[in-house]
């Protein structure tokens, strides 16, 4: 079993930075591909970046040149930059494994208004 727990998200204005963090449990964290993924109220939830083990990434159309994931093997930590940031960003996100296979976590909301 893999937990997640999510953090670091806060309430901001457009314009502004974040970095929410996620914290896997297990002692596989290493060999799993990484992902963040963010639900809107009454929308879906929807990939917005992802991590390989060797440290390529994809992002979501929507958040390129804004967003940046990165991973630190050594503390089971996903990291998500968050800069520019846009009314249409409010969301909880959650990470996970690219496919996400394991129990969701709580989520960290973030939320962009002036």
């Known amino acids: 079993q893999v937990d997640f727990v999510e953090f670091g998200g806060c309430f901001l204005q457009p314009g502004g930075s974040l970095r929410p963090s996620c914290v896997s449990s297990?002692?596989?964290?290493?060999?799993?591909?990484m992902a963040w993924y963010r639900q809107a109220s009454v929308k879906q939830r929807e990939l917005v970046a992802a991590v390989t083990t060797g440290g390529y990434t994809y992002y979501e159309e929507s958040v390129k040149s804004r967003f940046t994931i990165s991973r630190d093997n050594a503390k089971n930590t996903v990291h998500l930059q968050m800069s520019s940031l846009k009314a249409e960003d409010t969301a909880v996100y959650f990470c996970?494994?690219?496919?996400?296979?394991?129990?969701w976590g709580q989520g960290t909301q973030v939320t962009v208004s002036s």
């Open positions: 996970n494994n690219r496919g996400g296979d394991y129990d």
């Open positions: 297990g002692s596989r964290f290493s060999i799993y591909n």
